[in-house]
Nanobody, 120 residues
């Protein structure tokens, strides 16, 4: 069972930045970030493959968020810039071994989540 521990959430003003971290107990094929706003379904945000650092983003965060990894630390980061109130959500780190769907769905392993609040 993969253990995923997120950190770095908090309160920030619109236009500000935050960096989320996710430490994994072991590597799977890919890691991703998802978010869930109050009253809404969980949605994909970004993903990265351990092997070659390929990345994939949902359209609403392209150009503002950057996913990266530190293989030596088994840690994945989500750098969030130019934050907007609509980015407010609980952010979840996830891992998958499913090579056909790593870009945005069917993740098997989940962290406990970290809250991000963007004030206007």
């Amino acid at each position: 069972q993969v253990q995923l521990v997120e950190s770095g959430g908090g309160l920030v003003q619109a236009g500000g930045s935050l960096t989320l971290s996710c430490a994994a107990s072991e590597r799977k094929y890919a890691m991703g970030w998802f978010r869930q706003a109050p009253g809404r379904e969980r949605e994909f945000v970004a993903a990265i493959k351990w092997s070659d650092s390929s990345t994939y983003y949902t359209d609403s965060v392209k150009g503002r968020f950057t996913i990266s990894k530190d293989s030596a630390k088994n840690t994945v980061y989500l750098q969030m810039n130019s934050l907007k109130p609509e980015d407010t959500a609980d952010y979840y780190c996830a891992a998958t071994n499913r090579r056909s769907t790593w870009m945005n769905k069917n993740y098997e392993y989940w962290g406990q989540g970290t809250q991000v609040t963007v004030s206007s």
